[in-house]
Structures are given as structure tokens and as C-alpha cells.
């Protein structure tokens, strides 16, 4: 299931990319994935002014 | 009570933005630190052992380099022969090192960069640099300057290239020493060593075609 | 401009610095553009000044003017805005002259070695006193630290203004984006043997300058200027630039790996570079429609009273808004791809969208805050556009897409013919440089450079010209 890896040295990056987009995808989800709860925070405060 | 929308909240877009800078630039610092790892030149036993690094140890000037498909990488990727001596002599890692370092350093202080691209940066005046050690047109250039070996016409050519024009557009004299020819040819072989993940593409290909005597070209 | 020496109707010493920097900025913008037509003719005619000024010197002080005039004019709209935000006198002012001067001093020293002396011999002297070969970072590591120390001179005047007077949203951003600007710069101040390593250290210099903390700092120059020009409320704007510096940098950071690509660094890059570079372009299209929006907003908002209180400023803005995205976004995404890319990498294409991109994002704006200042030189309420600003801002616009598009063909042409057909070597790069589209496309661009020049000359003449007409 895991795709052999192709690059010269094997790194954590390298085994992450294993297709189109996987890759891109962890890393855009670590970024986007906590701003739900700076929503979720900012909301309240909102709701509570 | 307020009627207003997270979405319209400053606050929530400046942390927004706090937090996407930050992960962000960690993200950028942590592949930086994996790829410096990567990047980082290779030893001199390296080579002897076979072991393949992206950027190789200076000693590679003494080994035969080629630059050629692969079918595990889905392009074309450097290959490292047999010895092959530049200038007839085998260097040692310190002089080979020395004369890497010489070449670089030469490659600055003449501005190379303004008109030629290195590993396709650079500027678009005269042609790229990264493959210039395999180039077939210095089978040509060998002839052209009376020279026995390619690394003999590439010196001979880097001191006067005034008298050696290929094109209405030629490269103007840099007052480049032989010293620091012989370095530059050193720093050119090296750079064609480095695994570029098949950069410049097709380049094989038309070397091939250029051997058995011709081009596409009109 | 020249004149607003005597009738300054400034009231805070650091607005006069800011002046002070655009003066040289316009200088070097016209220097900038001297030595594009320079190398331009000897692209048709190589033996042009052969041997004596070569095509290597004149590109380096085109893409040095290109550099230093816009550092200047971002430092000038700095020193500008900084006293009006912030609501008093830039602490430490005094110094912050006296940098100006010794910052200007080096700049044209290094010019004139650069002219006069060129290149060295391969060693660290050269690297140190004349030239370190690197593109756009150029000169020398004594003029390197030069502008560190003038640099730091600019921040301690930025930052501990700001410490002391009111923290606006705007002011927020452009110190915490002032200080990644300027750190950045450090990066390039170093020699290594390995060129894979000097290139991806080069690039974090590059990029992050003009993919992200130059974008940002457009980003909060555009917030100001809508806020002076159309009396944009502070609140729109000031979300806006927080939506923007989100994207720009959420995509601008790690999009720094679409210059990893065949540098020698790993095959990781091309997924995380492709795919981050990809979504730069949507923080453009966000600037774009903040803008035109406000601007379509404010009209007829104030009655009787004009929407715009600066014509030729708010011109340059919205021709910022269209220009940084076609020429950074959209030309710049049509080689993002490294499918594309491997085709496109060091070819005429790049230059295409360098070209429009520096213009359409920077030069831009840039001109437009120039504008902004002279309006606020000479204390008037309202400056009008006249037929220099026209002429101007249509043929400088007009002259850089036709550029543009003649080096866009020329690109086309040569990643058929030298890259996809011919793989790259000497023979096929010459092969493709004397094929008709080429030659055609170098003549179109040489034509729409002097167009461009033309355009510099009104803008010059307007500059030096507009606010003296319109002081009544």
C-alpha cells in the first residue's frame, strides 16, 4: 500500500509524499485544522460581549 | 448582545494569520533541516563505496560522470563511472577540495551568473551551465582550439573565449588565469555530478542524437 | 519633487527623510531602465559596447537599480506613514538621516565599481571589495554590512516609534513584517563551495522577499493608501490586511519549494512547492477585489466631494491590484507546475514574468505612494491627475506588457525548440535564439522597453512638476 520510495535518501517527507497531493495535504492540515478552534474561541467571545 | 460575525472579527483573522505564519515557517524550518542533510556534499569514501548522494564529494572530478534515464526515477540522473582523472591526475579529496573551492569562488568574481543560468538560475544570455561538462559541443571545441582532451579546449577556451565565437553573440575575455580555467572546469564537472531531478530533461536524449551525427534543428 | 526641497509643507522630520529616499528612488528607477535598454540592443545587436560594457555588467545594475530603488521607495513610504499612524515623530530621526546619507554613499560607490571595475580574480577579495556573483545580491560583503548597519539604523526608528505611539492594525503588521524583511537579507551573506546549498539559502533571500514579506508590505502600503486616498474605515481595511497576510504567507512560506525543484534538493519539494506556490495567486485576487470594491464603495459616499483626493495615487493602486495578479499570480502560475517547469526553468519565460511581475506588484504602488508624498509636501487637499500623470502611468503600463508579451513568445519559443526538442545544450540554446520568434519577440521588447522609458520621462517630469502646478 505504501508506495516504494524513489528519491536518493528516505526521509519522513519523502514518505509522506506518497502520491498527488498526499503530501500537501498534511501539511495544509496542520495549518488549517487548528483555525476551527481560534473560530470556535473567537465565536464565544463574541456571543459573551 | 452582538450581531457581528466571527467572520468579520479582526481578531480572529490576526490569529488566523499568527498561527499560519508560524506553523508555516516551522514546517519550512524543519524540511530546511532535512533537506540541509541532504544537500550537504558527500565524502570521498562515499564514492568508493557507491554510495549515491545528491550532491557528491569533490573527488568526483576524478570519476568518469554521465547523465542518464532512469527508469526507477522517471527521468534522466547523473551516473558515476570508473576513475577518470581531470587533467591526467588523480587528485586527493584536500586538493580536489581546493580546487572546487578555487572554481566557485571564480565563478562569482567573474559574474558568470549574469549571463549564464547554474542549474537554471541565472540570466538567459548565454546557455546554462549545469550539463556544460557532458556537452557534446565540445567534441567541436577540441578541434576548434587544437586541443587533445575536452578539459584542454574547455581551459584554453575559458581564457580566450574571444577567439572562439560559436555564434554572433560571443563571451566576452574575463582575464581568467589558467589557474582559475583549470578550477573552473573542476567546478563545471563537479556541478554536472549533482542529482537535479532531471534538470536539464532530454539532454541524453540529444547527446545521443548529436554522436550519431546530427540534430532537429534547421 | 525636487522642489518640494523648499516649499515642505511637512510637519514631521521623518516624512522629510521619507522624501529624501524617493528622490534617489526615481534615480535609480530611471538608471534601472537605462541599463534594460542597454542590455536590450545587445540582445538584437551583440557587439554593442563588446568587451566594454558588457551584457553581464549592464543586466547586473539593471537588476541592482531594480532592487535598491524599490528598498528605497518601501524605506520612504515607511518613514512617510510611520509619524501619521502612529501619531508622533519617529524616535531617533536624527540617525535615521544620517542613514539615509551613508546608505546612498555606498549605493553609489558599489554602482560605480560595478560600471567602472566589474569583475576581480577568483578570490575572497573580489568577494569582499567588488563582486560576489550572486544574482540580484551582487555586491559586496562590505556593502552588505553597510546596509545591515543602515538597516538597523530604519528598524530602531520603526520600532520603538511604534513602541511609543498608537499600535495600529496597519503599523502592526509592517513591523513584524519589517523585521522578517530585513532579517532575511542575512541569509545571502555568506560563501559556500556546494551550489546547492548557496542556491537554497539564496532563494530564502529572494522569495520570502518578493513572494511574501514584499507582497505583505504591499498589502499594508495598499490598506494605507485607501484609508489617505478615498477615506476607506479603518476596520474594512485593517481585516482585509490580516485576510491577506493569511494567505500570503500560508502560501508564500512553503512556496519557497517551487524554486527547490532542480536545484539538487530533494523530490519532496516538487509536491510541497507546486502545491503551496499554487494558491499564491488567491491572496492577489483578494487584494484585487479589496481594492476595487472600496474604491466602488466610496464613490458618491462623501456627496459633492470627490471620492479621491490623490488621481495619479489611486491610479497606481488599482493598476497594482490588475498588475500584481496577472504578473505575479497569473504568469507566475503558468510556470509554478513542475511539469511545466522543467520546460520553462532559466528561459526567456522566467523573464516574462519577472518582468511584469516586479512592475505589476512593486514599481506599482510604489510610484503611487511617491505620488502621495509629493500631495502631502506641498499640504494640498486634492491632487489632481494631469496629461503627464496620464501619459505616464498608459505608457509605462502599456510599455512593460508589451514586454511582457514579446518575452512570453520568445519563451514559448525557445521551451519548444532548445528545452523540449533539443534537451538544453550549447548548440540547441544558440539553435533557439536564432529562430524568428526569438529575434522578433527581442525587437518587440526593445521597442516597448523605449516605450516604457518614454512613459518614465512624463512620470519624472510629473513628479517633479505636479504639486507645484496644483498649489493654489
Given at each position: 500500500?505504501?508506495?516504494?520510495?524513489?528519491?536518493?535518501?528516505?526521509?519522513?517527507?519523502?514518505t509522506l509524499n506518497q502520491g498527488p497531493l498526499t503530501l500537501t495535504i498534511v501539511l495544509h492540515t496542520l495549518i488549517v485544522l487548528p483555525m476551527?478552534?481560534?473560530?470556535?474561541?473567537?465565536?464565544k467571545k463574541l456571543e459573551n460581549s | 448582545m452582538s450581531n457581528k460575525s466571527v467572520w468579520t472579527s479582526i481578531p480572529f483573522w490576526r490569529r488566523?494569520?499568527?498561527?499560519?505564519?508560524?506553523?508555516?515557517?516551522?514546517?519550512?524550518?524543519?524540511?530546511?533541516?532535512?533537506?540541509?542533510?541532504?544537500?550537504?556534499?558527500?565524502?570521498?569514501?562515499?564514492?568508493?563505496?557507491?554510495?549515491?548522494?545528491?550532491?557528491?564529494?569533490?573527488?568526483?572530478?576524478?570519476?568518469?560522470?554521465?547523465?542518464?534515464?532512469?527508469?526507477?526515477?522517471?527521468?534522466?540522473?547523473?551516473?558515476?563511472?570508473?576513475?577518470?582523472?581531470?587533467?591526467?591526475?588523480?587528485?586527493?579529496?584536500?586538493?580536489?577540495?581546493?580546487?572546487?573551492?578555487?572554481?566557485?569562488?571564480?565563478?562569482?568574481?567573474?559574474?558568470?551568473?549574469?549571463?549564464?543560468?547554474?542549474?537554471?538560475?541565472?540570466?538567459?544570455?548565454?546557455p546554462d551551465l549545469t550539463k556544460a561538462w557532458l556537452d557534446p559541443k565540445w567534441e567541436q571545441m577540441i578541434a576548434m582550439t587544437g586541443s587533445?582532451?575536452?578539459?584542454?579546449?574547455?581551459?584554453?577556451?575559458?581564457?580566450?573565449?574571444?577567439?572562439?565565437?560559436?555564434?554572433?553573440?560571443?563571451?566576452?575575455?574575463?582575464?581568467?588565469?589558467?589557474?582559475?580555467?583549470?578550477?573552473?572546469?573542476?567546478?563545471?564537472?563537479?556541478?554536472?555530478?549533482?542529482?537535479?531531478?532531471?534538470?536539464?530533461?532530454?539532454?541524453?536524449?540529444?547527446?545521443?542524437?548529436?554522436?550519431?551525427?546530427?540534430?532537429?534543428?534547421? | 519633487?525636487?522642489?518640494?526641497?523648499?516649499?515642505?509643507?511637512?510637519?514631521?522630520?521623518?516624512?522629510?527623510?521619507?522624501?529624501?529616499?524617493?528622490?534617489?528612488?526615481?534615480?535609480?528607477?530611471?538608471?534601472?531602465?537605462?541599463?534594460?535598454?542597454?542590455?536590450?540592443?545587445?540582445?538584437?545587436?551583440?557587439?554593442?559596447?563588446?568587451?566594454?560594457?558588457?551584457?553581464?555588467?549592464?543586466?547586473?545594475?539593471?537588476?541592482?537599480?531594480?532592487?535598491?530603488?524599490?528598498?528605497?521607495?518601501?524605506?520612504?513610504?515607511?518613514?512617510?506613514?510611520?509619524?501619521?499612524?502612529?501619531?508622533?515623530?519617529?524616535?531617533?530621526?536624527?540617525?535615521?538621516?544620517?542613514?539615509?546619507?551613508?546608505?546612498?554613499?555606498?549605493?553609489?560607490?558599489?554602482?560605480?565599481?560595478?560600471?567602472?571595475?566589474?569583475?576581480?580574480?577568483?578570490?575572497?577579495?573580489?568577494?569582499?571589495?567588488?563582486?560576489?556573483?550572486?544574482?540580484?545580491?551582487?555586491?559586496?560583503?562590505?556593502?552588505?554590512?553597510?546596509?545591515?548597519?543602515?538597516?538597523?539604523?530604519?528598524?530602531?526608528?520603526?520600532?520603538?516609534?511604534?513602541?511609543?505611539?498608537?499600535?495600529?492594525?496597519?503599523?502592526?503588521?509592517?513591523?513584524?513584517?519589517?523585521?522578517?524583511?530585513?532579517?532575511?537579507?542575512?541569509?545571502?551573506?555568506?560563501?559556500?563551495?556546494?551550489?546547492?546549498?548557496?542556491?537554497?539559502?539564496?532563494?530564502?533571500?529572494?522569495?520570502?522577499?518578493?513572494?511574501?514579506?514584499?507582497?505583505?508590505?504591499?498589502?499594508?502600503?495598499?490598506?494605507?493608501?485607501?484609508?489617505?486616498?478615498?477615506?476607506?474605515?479603518?476596520?474594512?481595511?485593517?481585516?482585509?490586511?490580516?485576510?491577506?497576510?493569511?494567505?500570503?504567507?500560508?502560501?508564500?512560506?512553503?512556496?519557497?519549494?517551487?524554486?527547490?525543484?532542480?536545484?539538487?534538493?530533494?523530490?519532496?519539494?516538487?509536491?510541497?512547492?507546486?502545491?503551496?506556490?499554487?494558491?499564491?495567486?488567491?491572496?492577489?485576487?483578494?487584494?484585487?477585489?479589496?481594492?476595487?470594491?472600496?474604491?466602488?464603495?466610496?464613490?458618491?459616499?462623501?456627496?459633492?466631494?470627490?471620492?479621491?483626493?490623490?488621481?495619479?495615487?489611486?491610479?497606481?493602486?488599482?493598476?497594482?491590484?490588475?498588475?500584481?495578479?496577472?504578473?505575479?499570480?497569473?504568469?507566475?502560475?503558468?510556470?509554478?507546475?513542475?511539469?511545466?517547469?522543467?520546460?520553462?526553468?532559466?528561459?526567456?519565460?522566467?523573464?516574462?514574468?519577472?518582468?511584469?511581475?516586479?512592475?505589476?506588484?512593486?514599481?506599482?504602488?510604489?510610484?503611487?505612494?511617491?505620488?502621495?508624498?509629493?500631495?502631502?509636501?506641498?499640504?494640498?487637499?486634492?491632487?489632481?491627475?494631469?496629461?503627464?500623470?496620464?501619459?505616464?502611468?498608459?505608457?509605462?503600463?502599456?510599455?512593460?506588457?508589451?514586454?511582457?508579451?514579446?518575452?512570453?513568445?520568445?519563451?514559448?519559443?525557445?521551451?519548444?525548440?532548445?528545452?523540449?526538442?533539443?534537451?538544453?545544450?550549447?548548440?540547441?540554446?544558440?539553435?533557439?535564439?536564432?529562430?524568428?520568434?526569438?529575434?522578433?519577440?527581442?525587437?518587440?521588447?526593445?521597442?516597448?522597453?523605449?516605450?516604457?522609458?518614454?512613459?518614465?520621462?512624463?512620470?519624472?517630469?510629473?513628479?517633479?512638476?505636479?504639486?507645484?502646478?496644483?498649489?493654489?
Open positions: 500500500m505504501i508506495e516504494p520510495f524513489t528519491d536518493i535518501v528516505p526521509s519522513i517527507w519523502g476551527f478552534w481560534i473560530y470556535k474561541q473567537e465565536k | 488566523s494569520a499568527a498561527w499560519a505564519t508560524g506553523v508555516a515557517s516551522i514546517l519550512l524550518i524543519l524540511l530546511t533541516f532535512d533537506t540541509m542533510g541532504q544537500i550537504s556534499m558527500g565524502t570521498d569514501a562515499d564514492l568508493q563505496k557507491g554510495i549515491t548522494k545528491r550532491v557528491p564529494a569533490p573527488t568526483v572530478i576524478n570519476y568518469h560522470i554521465d547523465y542518464k534515464m532512469s527508469e526507477k526515477r522517471g527521468h534522466e540522473v547523473p551516473v558515476i563511472g570508473k576513475k577518470e582523472p581531470l587533467f591526467g591526475k588523480e587528485l586527493s579529496p584536500k586538493d580536489a577540495a581546493a580546487m572546487l573551492h578555487l572554481g566557485k569562488l571564480t565563478s562569482q568574481a567573474k559574474n558568470c551568473m549574469n549571463c549564464h543560468t547554474l542549474l537554471g538560475n541565472g540570466a538567459y544570455y548565454a587533445k582532451t575536452k578539459e584542454e579546449a574547455m581551459v584554453k577556451f575559458l581564457m580566450n573565449p574571444q577567439n572562439y565565437p560559436t555564434h554572433e553573440r560571443r563571451m566576452p575575455n574575463l582575464k581568467i588565469t589558467e589557474k582559475e580555467a583549470k578550477a573552473l572546469v573542476a567546478f563545471l564537472k563537479h556541478m554536472s555530478s549533482i542529482d537535479t531531478n532531471g534538470f536539464p530533461r532530454n539532454f541524453s536524449k540529444t547527446v545521443e542524437q548529436f554522436k550519431q551525427g546530427g540534430t532537429n534543428a534547421h | 519633487m525636487l522642489t518640494s526641497i523648499k516649499s515642505n509643507k511637512l510637519q514631521y522630520e521623518s516624512q522629510k527623510v521619507g522624501m529624501m529616499y524617493f528622490r534617489v528612488a526615481i534615480v535609480l528607477f530611471g538608471a534601472q531602465l537605462l541599463m534594460g535598454l542597454i542590455a536590450a540592443i545587445q540582445f538584437i545587436y551583440p557587439d554593442f559596447l563588446y568587451g566594454i560594457f558588457d551584457f553581464s555588467v549592464a543586466r547586473m545594475v539593471h537588476i541592482n537599480a531594480l532592487v535598491v530603488w524599490m528598498l528605497y521607495a518601501m524605506i520612504g513610504s515607511v518613514y512617510i506613514m510611520l509619524p501619521d499612524e502612529t501619531g508622533q515623530e519617529a524616535v531617533g530621526i536624527g540617525l535615521g538621516k544620517l542613514g539615509f546619507w551613508v546608505l546612498t554613499a555606498a549605493v553609489a560607490v558599489v554602482v560605480l565599481v560595478y560600471i567602472f571595475i566589474q569583475i576581480g580574480s577568483g578570490s575572497e577579495t573580489t568577494i569582499w571589495l567588488i563582486n560576489e556573483g550572486r544574482e540580484y545580491i551582487e555586491a559586496p560583503r562590505w556593502a552588505d554590512i553597510g546596509i545591515v548597519v543602515v538597516v538597523l539604523i530604519f528598524y530602531y526608528n520603526v520600532f520603538f516609534t511604534y513602541i511609543k505611539g498608537e499600535k495600529t492594525g496597519i503599523m502592526t503588521v509592517m513591523v513584524a513584517n519589517l523585521l522578517a524583511l530585513a532579517g532575511l537579507y542575512l541569509a545571502g551573506m555568506f560563501f559556500t563551495d556546494n551550489i546547492s546549498i548557496d542556491q537554497y539559502w539564496w532563494w530564502w533571500v529572494i522569495h520570502l522577499w518578493v513572494e511574501a514579506t514584499w507582497e505583505v508590505f504591499v498589502g499594508t502600503l495598499a490598506a494605507y493608501g485607501l484609508l489617505k486616498i478615498i477615506d476607506a474605515k479603518r476596520e474594512i481595511v485593517e481585516m482585509w490586511l490580516w485576510i491577506e497576510v493569511l494567505m500570503l504567507f500560508g502560501s508564500g512560506i512553503l512556496g519557497l519549494g517551487h524554486h527547490y525543484f532542480w536545484i539538487g534538493t530533494p523530490e519532496y519539494w516538487w509536491e510541497i512547492g507546486a502545491l503551496f506556490s499554487a494558491l499564491e495567486p488567491v491572496p492577489l485576487v483578494a487584494m484585487f477585489v479589496h481594492v476595487l470594491y472600496d474604491w466602488g464603495k466610496e464613490q458618491g459616499a462623501k456627496g459633492d466631494k470627490p471620492a479621491i483626493n490623490n488621481g495619479p495615487a489611486m491610479a497606481w493602486i488599482v493598476t497594482n491590484a490588475f498588475g500584481n495578479f496577472l504578473g505575479a499570480g497569473i504568469w507566475g502560475f503558468f510556470h509554478t507546475l513542475p511539469q511545466v517547469n522543467i520546460y520553462t526553468h532559466g528561459s526567456q519565460f522566467t523573464a516574462a514574468h519577472g518582468h511584469l511581475a516586479f512592475f505589476g506588484a512593486y514599481a506599482t504602488i510604489l510610484i503611487g505612494m511617491m505620488y502621495f508624498g509629493v500631495q502631502k509636501a506641498y499640504g494640498l487637499e486634492r491632487l489632481k491627475a494631469t496629461f503627464n500623470s496620464k501619459m505616464a502611468i498608459f505608457l509605462i503600463t502599456f510599455g512593460v506588457l508589451g514586454m511582457t508579451v514579446a518575452l512570453t513568445i520568445a519563451g514559448y519559443e525557445q521551451v519548444l525548440v532548445e528545452r523540449a526538442e533539443l534537451g538544453g545544450g550549447w548548440d540547441a540554446f544558440f539553435t533557439a535564439q536564432a529562430l524568428p520568434w526569438m529575434k522578433q519577440a527581442m525587437g518587440w521588447r526593445l521597442v516597448m522597453g523605449v516605450v516604457t522609458f518614454v512613459g518614465f520621462v512624463y512620470l519624472l517630469l510629473d513628479l517633479l512638476t505636479i504639486a507645484k502646478k496644483q498649489q493654489n
